[in-house]
């Protein structure tokens, strides 16, 4: 081997760099390991003129048969919009549920006729607020998995979402939950 083959490539590059220059390598890489992080967590989905943010739901004991929903519905259009109804595989049906206190007692009850999503609003879909109830569950969401559900919308249509299974305690800690 010549001198210069061995002075150019005998040694690896990386270790000849300087300290600053593997540490501005590793930050970057961090950084992008941590971008790619948050696009796994906070995803979201487009129909028409509405934007829904962050599909997700709780982890399941073994044996039960309801699981909830969860997500955010921006609508930037200028006309109202109305959710109508959901459906997926993880579940014999799914419905809209709200949850309120009345007189000191929580009470829980399907919505009937939609939720509307006014035009330039958002709805949050939250723990203790409306909600949506998948009933007759056909297997267990178990966390860091995902199932997916169609949402039907009176005007922008039919879109399939992906709800992010998160642990059995989650309460939507992200913004987007609770927005």
Known sequence: M?????????????????????????????????VSAQAVFAHEFRVGDLEIVHPWSRATPPGAK?????????NTGSS??????????????????EMGVKDGVMTMRPVTGGLEIPAGGKVALAPGGYHLMF??????????????AALTF???????????????????????HAN
Request: aromatic share 12%; hydrophobic share 40%.
């Open 2 to 34: 010549s001198h210069s083959f061995r002075a150019r490539f005998g040694r690896n590059r990386l270790f000849q760099r300087s300290f600053e220059e593997r540490l501005g390598i590793a930050m970057f890489l961090f950084a992008l390991l941590f």
């Open 66 to 74: 309801v699981a909830g929903g969860y997500f955010t519905i921006t």
């Open 80 to 97: 109202p919009d109305r959710l109508l109804s959901i459906s997926s595989d993880v579940s014999d049906k799914a419905e809209l549920h």
């Open 135 to 148: 009933i007759g569950l056909k297997r267990q969401p178990k966390q860091g998995e995902a199932f997916s």
């Open 154 to 176: 009176e005007k922008a249509g039919t879109v399939t979402v992906e709800f992010a299974v998160e642990s059995m305690g989650e309460m939507g800690g992200m913004d987007d």
